[in-house]
């Protein structure tokens, strides 16, 4: 079946660490996009990419980074400069909007928790 | 200045008790707008792409309709396992990232 997959489903991070979210899709998409959401508020945009090799920042990217090497990854890093990484990252991928295919929805996967040990 | 708002923020319904979400925006030039239902500790599922005023689309007990400022998510004789939280999203012209509103966490008791 096709689908995101996002790994871990949990994660603990020590002060002063990177860690890294993994996100693989088989959809064929080519825009991937990477969202946090904390408790009682909205989903927020990190970083999104349109094509491999490029990316763009979001609403609240700063303390993260994102690589897209290959069509089918674009794992997420929340470097140590990010202060408050406690939150649930997802993952989603669409079609591309470009070229008049707008309003693609985008899927999700199931999530990633991070937390502070 | 937030751009969806959802409200009720939360619903209780008796199972067969329709109601309707609400989710209003302040956006210009809206490329679409979408529904996603997330269950506890998973992403959300697609359910339903609007693009024009006047639109509605069906699924199962739902319906979603589109006006001009806000939408509305219908659930008609609901269902304990329609219990989840309904997201709202907003997509514009201007760019391609969706901006989500908070969210409405519906519980359906039997």
């Known amino acids: 079946d096709g689908g995101i997959t996002q790994s871990p489903k949990y994660l603990f991070r020590k002060e002063g660490q990177n860690v890294t979210l993994s996100c693989e899709q088989n959809?064929?998409?080519?825009?991937m996009y990477w969202y946090r959401q904390d408790p009682g508020q909205g989903l927020r945009l990190i970083y999104y990419?349109?094509?491999?090799?490029?990316?763009q920042k979001g609403d609240i990217a700063e303390g993260y980074s994102v690589s897209r090497e290959k069509k089918e990854s674009f794992p997420l890093t929340v470097t140590s400069a990010q202060k408050n990484p406690t939150a649930f990252y997802l993952c989603?991928?669409?079609?591309?909007?470009?070229?008049?295919?707008?309003?693609?929805?985008?899927?999700f996967g199931d999530g990633t928790r991070l937390s502070i040990l | 200045e937030d751009q969806v708002t959802q409200s009720p923020e939360a619903l209780r319904l008796q199972e067969g008790e329709s109601s309707s979400l609400n989710c209003s925006y302040t956006?210009?030039?809206?490329?679409?707008l979408f529904w996603y239902r997330q269950d506890p500790g998973k992403g959300p599922e697609f359910l339903f792409t609007l693009y024009s005023a006047g639109e509605e689309k069906e699924k199962e007990r739902l319906k979603a309709t589109l006006t001009k400022k806000e939408s509305f998510l219908h659930i008609t004789a609901p269902k304990p396992e329609d219990s989840a939280t309904y997201l709202c999203?907003?997509?514009?012209?201007?760019?391609?990232?969706?901006?989500f509103g908070k969210g409405t966490s519906l519980l359906v008791t039997p």
């Open positions: 999203a907003v997509q514009l012209f201007s760019g391609y990232a969706l901006n």
């Open positions: 956006v210009s030039g809206l490329r679409g």
């Open positions: 959809l064929n998409h080519d825009a």
């Open positions: 989603a991928s669409s079609r591309s909007p470009a070229g008049g295919l707008g309003n693609q929805p985008q899927h």
């Open positions: 990419s349109q094509i491999v090799n490029d990316f």
